[in-house]
């Protein structure tokens, strides 16, 4: 299979599945593909998938993330950003890689760690998807019992927060509760495009700093 694999390119915007994967195939696939790679997976129960994202996802990626961090900052809330970190559970025989992911209830629990085992740390509190070429994998999610996962499509921002197991859409995030995000994400990532990023930073954290004020 990795002479195969290495024999496959994946264009930006397009994905590769593979089926009847192993977990043991996923591993040394994972450790064939190496860290510093555009393209990212998602497995679960067997099948593989391997994409490489176009320039406007990883826009929209990158400023919603640093919308994500600027929140967290401006409300004092201890995180840590892990970026499109692998995560998988081989019990579960789930695994995937977010386009960002932060941990923030459970950010002491994982605090100095440079490996994660997802059999015994906390799974991230947040995950973000960007749905320009790729298909989310809520499943997946569930499968790694993530609280909270944002996907983000076509200039909407959908929040989903688990209960009982699976996702169900919800108008306010777990994490960040009574702030209008639905609105407020996709209308700065907008403005990012006309105004630049900075400019769009700077009003965004004097928002949140009046949401503060308020309660």
């Known amino acids: 299979m990795l002479l195969e694999l290495k024999r496959i390119e994946v264009p930006p915007g397009q994905r590769v ?17 190496g860290e510093h790679r555009a393209a990212r997976i998602a497995y679960h129960r067997g099948m593989l998938e391997i994409m490489a994202p176009l320039p406007e996802h990883e826009f929209d990626k990158e400023i919603i993330g640093d919308l994500i961090k600027a929140l967290l900052e401006e409300l004092d809330i201890q995180f840590l950003s892990l970026g ?8 579960m025989q789930a695994g995937i890689e977010p386009d960002q992911c932060f941990y923030i209830e459970n950010e002491s629990r994982v605090r100095g760690k440079n490996r994660l085992d997802l059999t015994v740390d906390p799974p991230p509190d947040l995950t973000l998807e960007i749905d320009v070429t790729s298909r989310t994998h809520p499943s997946i999610y569930e499968a790694l019992k993530v609280p909270e996962l944002w996907q983000f499509e076509k200039g909407k921002l959908q929040i989903n927060v688990l209960r009982d197991g699976g996702y ?33 930073m700077k009003a965004f954290r004097m928002w949140v700093r009046e949401q503060v004020e308020r309660t």
């Open 84 to 91: 499109s970190t692998t995560f998988k559970n081989q019990v």
């Open 168 to 200: 169900v859409e919800s108008d306010s995030s777990l994490n960040f509760p009574g702030l209008p995000l639905l609105e407020v994400i996709p209308q700065c990532l907008e403005r990012s495009r006309k105004d630049g990023r900075n400019a769009v």
């Open 17 to 33: 599945l593979l089926k009847d994967v192993t977990w043991q195939e996923l591993e040394t696939i994972l450790e064939d593909l």
